[in-house]
């Protein structure tokens, strides 16, 4: 029994070591699969020994289904916030103002200030009790089970001379290139868009189902100790310790003597933070000796003895001309300005989002205002204001959401607790019926050879309403549309007879069902193997299925309960196309390359790349397009970049060729 504890504990011990290496100093000593292996292996330990457990093993990290309500936790210091300055000036008012109440040398901690959503950790011998969002700032949310699932947060802390208790601040932060992979895989589902990485980190935080937020790879930097005993007497100092306890703390911070300093650091930060991999939108100037801060005290609000001196976001004037309302493959009605072209940040900005009736009413937008337009940490440029004094005696028409759908008249919705418009006419709009078959028609889903323009002749021709439509085509219907001669013609014809072999999974993901992208179509299509088999499938069927969810089972089940659906679906079956995944793919799949991350690169000559794809996927695998320390291995053709070959070799990651894979997947 000894025996099992001890291999547990270093299983335990080794797992956060690795932890560490990986998330906070980014620089792994073994690969995913032997990680993966070793997690694997303290789980099956911990579940055949409950007696062992413990909140803080390594393996609490990927978060239960535990799903309530936050508790609300009084905080024992307030969290307050900073006073902003925006110029040169500000600052040198700031510094002259600590020297004048000081009277005696003092040294600036010059920080960046993160653009995420704060958060305070509360340890006590060593363990992370507790996690608590800023809430009004006197208390906040309870979200330590969330928390524990970033892993860059320790939750057992290393090295020793930390003090029993104390508390640690900092931001959790979205990475940029999970908030572009989060937003991309929303815009698919059409689903709102996520602003910002700030909006993202704080909504994932709040999510009830901690694996979701485990998969977000959410990120937290930090910035402030607090506490009865901490080990040094200057903030730089202690976050020195901190980061020797296992914290991520931002190696940026440095410590200015003179105002100079502080300039220099500013005009660094303001260029150079465009290559940071997360958000910052400004920096931070801190006091440096416990003891001075504490003689400078605090003001209701906010510390005498900081200040943050915020980056000037990209910003232009510029017109108003109207609102658009655009409808999408799902209904969802979304506002778009129209300006007056203006140059911001190196390019010319016409059109800016106004996401949702709500932004519109806030800003009390009228048309030909003088709107200031921002592109801050956003992809999209927004409006984030008008400028009244530039509004004439003639006030345009105020801008109001629209109530019935521009395309067919149809009254909108907006379900409760949303913040969207919907046009519910599914079967009768024509944006949502050609962006149905749109969709259909992509590379990822039937790769039939048509863009958006012909889906629209062939739509205002009378001849497609719906994806089954386009099977019914003949070559007379086609060449008496204009534009169309003898040659592409036929290629679109034989594109459509190609499209018949498209594998089952596809056919699914192009049916366009709300919540159903790429990935959901291939879990379901391993579970059920047949379209009948899903239609038949229930509610608690599907949400037994991996991966998916409540909100996917539901979009699923009233998918098909639409007879018009079951009508489009048989029809679709009658032309010939996949319903079913095909005997041979199901006795050739195969676990062999389970848990393996494979990057493809280069040209081959025995398969093509999405046959590459397909077969990594088949046998279990994941196919990644960019490399980085969880890829197991690239499978290199001949001409492979060199940015990734130098890549490769820096991390160590093994190289095969074409010969080598096949081999792996061979009987
Ligand atoms: S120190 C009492 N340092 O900015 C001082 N805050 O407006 C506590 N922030 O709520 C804050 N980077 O969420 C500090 N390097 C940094 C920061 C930082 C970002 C955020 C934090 C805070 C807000 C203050």
């Not at 003689?295 to 943050?308: D, E, M, Q, V, Y």
């Amino acid at each position: 029994m000894e025996e099992i504890e001890a291999k547990i504990k270093t299983l335990r011990e080794e797992l956060e070591r690795h932890n560490y290496n990986y998330y906070v100093l980014s620089n792994p000593t073994i690969s995913d699969r032997e990680f993966d292996r070793m997690m694997k292996t303290l789980q099956v330990l911990e579940e055949e020994y409950p007696e062992y457990a413990d909140p803080h093993s390594p393996t609490q990290r990927v978060g239960s289904d535990l799903s309530k309500e936050f508790e609300q936790v009084v905080h024992k210091y307030p969290m307050l916030s900073l006073g902003n300055t925006y110029s040169e000036e500000e600052v040198r008012d700031f510094y002259e103002r600590i020297a004048r109440d000081l009277n005696e040398p003092f040294e600036i901690v010059a920080e960046l200030k993160y653009d995420g959503t704060s958060i305070s950790l509360i340890y006590q011998k060593g363990r992370l009790v507790r996690a608590v969002t800023r809430g009004d700032g006197t208390r906040g949310d309870d979200v330590t089970a969330n928390v524990k699932t970033i892993r860059s947060v320790p939750l057992k802390l290393m090295s020793a001379g930390y003090p029993a208790e104390f508390e640690i601040r900092g931001e959790i932060l979205l990475p940029w290139a999970e908030f572009d992979r989060l937003n991309k895989e929303r815009e698919e589902q059409e689903e709102p868009l996520f602003a910002n990485p700030r909006n993202a980190a704080s909504g994932t935080l709040k999510q009830q189902n901690p694996t979701i937020v485990a998969a977000r790879k959410l990120d937290a930097y930090f910035y402030y100790l607090l506490g009865e005993e901490l080990p040094a007497d200057t903030h730089y100092d202690n976050l020195e310790a901190a980061r020797k306890w296992g914290f991520k703390i931002p190696d940026v911070i440095r410590k200015c003597d003179t105002l100079q300093d502080i300039y220099d650091y500013i005009a660094y930060w303001d260029t150079e933070r465009k290559n940071l991999p997360v958000a910052t939108d400004g920096i931070v100037l801190k006091v440096n000796s416990l003891r001075q801060q504490k003689n400078l005290g605090f003001t209701a609000k906010s510390p005498r003895w900081a200040i943050a001196y915020k980056f000037q976001a990209e910003r232009a004037v510029t017109r108003l001309n109207s609102v658009s309302f655009q409808v999408g493959r799902t209904g969802t009605v979304t506002p778009v300005a129209n300006l007056e072209p203006v140059l911001l940040a190196g390019t010319t900005v016409k059109r800016a989002s106004l996401h949702n009736a709500d932004i519109i009413e806030g800003l009390d937008l009228h048309l030909g205002d003088m709107v200031y337009v921002e592109k801050g940490g956003e992809i999209i440029p927004k409006i984030v204001g008008v400028d009244m004094d530039a509004r004439s005696m003639l006030l345009g028409a105020k801008v109001c959401f629209i109530r019935i759908c521009p395309e067919c008249g149809t009254p909108l919705v907006r379900p409760e607790g949303e913040a969207a418009h919907y046009c519910p006419n599914e079967s009768g709009c024509p944006p949502q019926i050609k962006g149905r078959i749109e969709h259909f028609v992509t590379r990822k889903a039937m790769n039939i050879n048509i863009g958006p323009e012909t889906v629209e002749d062939l739509y205002n021709a009378g001849f497609v309403k719906n994806a089954a439509d386009l099977y019914t085509l003949t070559l007379s219907d086609l060449l008496s549309l204009e534009r169309w001669a003898d040659k592409s013609a036929r290629n679109l014809l034989a594109s459509l007879e190609e499209s018949k072999q498209v594998p089952f999974e596809r056919v699914l993901y192009g049916l366009g069902i709300r919540y159903v992208g790429e990935t959901v179509a291939k879990r379901l299509t391993s579970a059920f193997h047949s379209m009948e088999q899903l239609e038949q499938a229930s509610f608690e069927d599907l949400i037994e299925v991996d991966e998916i969810g409540e909100r996917i089972a539901k979009s699923i089940t009233d998918y098909f309960a639409d007879a018009r659906n079951l009508t489009l679906i048989s029809r679709l079956k009658e032309y010939g196309l996949q319903m079913s995944v095909d005997e041979e793919t199901i006795a050739n799949r195969s676990e062999k390359l389970k848990g393996l991350t494979i990057v493809i690169s280069g040209t081959f000559n025995q398969h093509s790349r999405d046959e590459y794809k397909a077969m990594i996927e088949q046998h279990g695998g994941k196919n990644s397009g960019s490399v980085s320390g969880k890829t197991d291995y690239i499978l290199a053709g001949a001409n492979m970049g060199p940015a990734k070959l130098e890549k490769a070799a820096k991390l160590g990651v093994k190289i095969i060729n074409e010969e080598e894979f096949l081999n792996m997947i061979a009987e």
